[in-house]
Every structure is written in structure tokens, then in C-alpha cells.
């Protein structure tokens, strides 16, 4: 498997040089040249396989035999090792019509753990067997950056700097970053909202001087092994459905940045037999405006109960876009040209019919977002976070009668106190939640400043 940007000025790269590059030399995103197809059969046979089995069938696909077989089984186990459930993403039946993928059982409590504790291991291997330098840059609306940290503390050859937006993650993401003290881990809390840490990021990545000098790599979902560790869930939960569930199954993705329904898309392009991709967004809806309208078009940017949805710009949109164009580079850079200049894009005709065929996309207002997570507490005791209630609110408007529906469990809902205790419902911590507020936390605040951001990464890699 070779690995080309979407942009189409960077050659064809293999697994190891796709994983460190991150962001394509040219600006976009590395894919692979070819989606590798599933049979029927193969998918098949793929049922009765554990979790940490099904990452290894899946990965073979796309790892060209860089990395020996029996050194990627140690990283995928160890990675998985620390999970809570046995499962690493159990399916949860909630009634007749829907299902749960609860992604939460990970040190952190978030789905980014089940691709960040590989990743982490990843790097710590590519560091070790290349004498690799590996400082890591990634920026965060909340999840991202605790999984990340948590990925790869203390992991000699590795340093990893974390932006997220100042006041703008709730106190338990906030700890779970902050309160990190290992000396190759850096918190910087940004005045500004995460679409600002964001760009700062695709620039530092984008000034090739910069990013070598400095032996940036890239911990967000611009990574594609990102992209490809969540697939794994996808086939794992379809697989784990009972086989009378099975007709015709719905998947609910609560999205922001648009990786996580990217993994699903990608899923489905390899042969996964998913009915409907539902996009669940907040009213940070620019994904829902673009597959209702066919506009793609930052608008402002709204704080939510869901803060991890609170994003404007979603990075892995050019990897959609890229396939929804037939891979044609040509007119792909067009549109991202267009994005930059003009500030939105929009799609019609053929391709317009082809996005409402993909998927379909519901933004989640605040009220009916408490009000779903009060609703399934109530009628199936079963307790939602604010990002995954939007999720099931989703479920609930697209479903049609002998469809099944999996709503991806994205948190705890410890993680999203703030939320849940203004619906009246009191929940008790888990251990390792409750234990953060007595610790002192770790972070620099700076302004939304690029040149101060400069300075403190300068001091921090050396």
C-alpha cells in the first residue's frame, strides 16, 4: 500500500513515512493511493475475532509488512492492555432499535484513547528502530490532547506539546492535560477557540523549515493512522450486532472535526455494508449546513454543552472531498484554493446528490441535548454524555422501522459534569476522575499569538 497527498504534489510514500509526515509536505492530506476491498466472506470470517485481533487483520492491509508482524501484534496489545472493558469497545443494547458503542473504557475516558494508545506506541517503536527524534504538536478541543498525553508520557525519544483553548474544555479535560507533570510534556492553554489552535498547528506543519528543524509530527486526526485505528471500531461494532440486527444498520458518529465519521466513510469504501453514516453535530453546524445545502462555510463560533463538537473548521473534510471529487487532485486544490480566498465552498448537482447519499446530519441544539440525556435516563437508565446524546437525538430523527441503529459513545459523562448536572441528574466520579481535583495542574497560559507559540515550542524541544 503507497500513500499520495491529496493535493497531488507529494509522491507516493509508504506507511512508516505516511505516519511521521502527518501533513503532506504540499498542504494536504496523505491518503492511501488504493482502499483495499473486504469480501463478504472475509468479512465474515473476521466475526468471532477479539478486538485486538481484528486491528491486526485490518492494519495488514495497509502497513506494506514495514513493521514485522509480531513487533505490531506487541504494540496493539500492549495499547489495549490498559483498556477497562475486555472488549476494549463493548456494544451496549439500550432498546429494540438501538445500540451503543461505548469508546470510553480508555485511561483517559474518551474515544481518542483507542487510536492514541497505539499511536503513542507507534512512535515510541518508529523512535526506537530509526534512532528517531520525535517531538509531537497537536491541538485539542478536549479529548484529543488528554489521550495524546496519556499516549506517550514518559516515552523516551518522544516530546509532545498540546494546545487547547483556554476555558473552552471542560475541568475534567482540562485536568486530565494539566495535571500531567512528566518533563516531555507540555500544556499550552491558548486564548482563542480551538479552530484558532487548529490553524496555528496546519501552519507550523506547513513551514517546512520549521517542521523538520524541529522533527514535528502529528498527533490530530490529519494523521491518517488516526483515521485508520477508529475503522477498527467500526467493523468491530457491525460484527458484535446479532445477526437478526443486521438487515439494514445505521451508525450515529457525533462529529467535529469530522475524522471520526471519516473513519466510517473510509469503512464503508472498504466493503463494511453501513446503511446510513449519520453526522451528529451541535450548533456548531457546519457540517450539517454543508450535507443539507451542499455550502461548506465556517460560520461563528458558539460554546455548547458538547465542547469537543465546538468546531468551525474540520480538518478532515479534504480527505471527503478528495473522494467526493473522484480523486482528482486538480480540482481538490481548486476547492481548498476557493475555501482560503473566498472563505466557503459549495458542491451542487451531481456531487450535491452524492454527499445527501453519504450521509445525513443533524445539529444538535442545547436543550434537546439535555433533554435526550434526562429522556434515556429515565426510560432505559441509561446515562448519555452531552456529545453522545447528540449522537442518539441524531438516531432518533433518522431511523427508519427495522433499522438498526449503533450511537458511538464518544465519553464518560463524568468528563461533561458541567452538562449532565444541569439536567438534575447526580452522578458519582470513577476513582481515577474524582482523584484529579486534588492535584496541582501544569499549563502556560499565552495569547493567540503564532510568534509566542514559536518561542515557547523553541524552548520546550531544544
Known amino acids: 500500500m503507497e500513500y499520495v497527498s491529496t493535493r497531488g504534489k507529494v509522491e507516493a510514500r509508504g506507511f512508516i513515512d505516511t505516519v511521521l509526515m502527518g501533513l503532506a509536505d504540499d498542504g494536504g492530506l496523505m491518503v492511501p493511493f488504493q482502499i483495499p476491498t473486504v469480501s463478504p466472506e472475509k468479512l465474515e470470517e473476521w466475526r468471532s475475532l477479539s478486538f485486538q485481533e481484528l486491528f491486526l487483520e485490518i492494519f495488514s492491509y495497509y502497513t506494506n509488512d514495514e513493521i514485522p508482524y509480531d513487533d505490531l501484534k506487541e504494540m496493539v496489545y500492549t495499547s489495549y492492555g490498559n483498556f477497562r472493558a475486555p472488549e476494549v469497545t463493548p456494544l451496549h443494547k439500550v432498546n429494540d432499535s438501538l445500540y451503543v458503542l461505548e469508546l470510553f473504557h480508555g485511561p483517559t475516558f474518551a474515544f481518542k484513547d483507542v487510536a492514541l494508545q497505539f499511536m503513542g506506541e507507534l512512535y515510541s517503536y518508529i523512535a526506537k528502530v530509526r534512532g528517531e527524534i520525535i517531538h509531537i504538536l497537536g491541538a485539542t478541543s478536549g479529548d484529543t490532547g488528554a489521550a495524546a498525553i496519556q499516549g506517550v508520557r514518559g516515552k523516551e525519544g518522544i516530546k509532545i506539546c498540546i494546545l487547547h483553548p483556554h476555558g473552552k474544555v471542560s475541568k475534567v479535560q482540562e485536568l486530565q492535560m494539566t495535571t500531567v507533570d512528566d518533563s516531555n510534556v507540555l ?276
Do not use: W
Not at 188 to 197: I, P, R, T, Y
Not at 274 to 296: D, P, S
Open 187 to 462: 500544556n499550552l492553554s491558548v486564548e482563542g477557540n480551538f479552530d484558532d489552535c487548529q490553524k496555528i498547528i496546519k501552519e507550523l506543519f506547513a513551514d517546512l523549515d520549521f517542521k523538520g528543524r524541529y522533527h514535528l509530527r502529528a498527533i490530530n486526526s490529519i494523521n491518517f493512522v488516526r483515521i485508520l485505528a477508529q475503522t477498527v471500531y467500526y467493523f468491530y461494532a457491525y460484527l458484535q450486532l446479532p445477526e437478526s440486527d443486521k438487515k439494514k444498520v445505521n451508525i450515529s458518529v457525533p462529529s467535529g472535526n469530522f475524522g471520526n465519521i471519516f473513519s466510517g466513510f473510509l469503512a464503508q469504501k472498504m466493503g463494511l455494508p453501513i446503511n446510513k453514516l449519520i453526522i451528529a453535530t451541535n450548533e456548531n453546524n457546519i457540517l450539517e449546513r454543508f450535507v443539507l445545502t451542499g455550502e461548506y462555510k465556517p460560520g461563528s463560533f458558539t460554546g455548547t454543552y458538547s465542547p469537543s463538537m465546538d468546531i468551525q473548521v474540520a480538518s478532515n473534510f479534504e480527505r471527503y472531498l478528495y473522494y467526493l471529487l473522484g480523486e482528482d487532485t486538480v480540482k481538490l486544490s481548486e476547492y481548498m484554493a476557493a475555501l482560503q480566498s473566498e472563505g466557503a465552498i459549495t458542491v451542487d448537482g451531481e456531487l450535491f446528490a452524492r454527499v445527501q447519499a453519504d450521509f445525513s446530519a443533524l445539529g444538535v441544539k442545547n436543550a434537546e441535548c439535555l433533554a435526550t440525556i434526562s429522556k434515556y435516563e429515565q426510560e432505559s437508565g441509561y446515562l448519555l454524555d452531552p456529545h453522545t446524546a447528540c449522537g442518539v437525538a441524531a438516531y432518533e430523527k433518522f431511523s427508519a422501522p427495522g433499522e438498526t441503529s449503533i450511537a458511538f459513545a464518544t465519553a464518560h459523562p463524568a468528563k461533561f459534569d458541567e452538562a449532565i448536572a444541569l439536567t438534575g441528574i447526580k452522578q458519582e466520579f470513577p476513582a481515577q476522575i474524582a482523584a484529579l481535583f486534588e492535584l496541582p495542574q501544569h499549563q502556560v497560559v499565552v495569547d493567540h499569538d503564532k510568534a509566542e507559540i514559536v518561542r515557547q515550542l523553541q524552548a520546550f524541544y531544544g
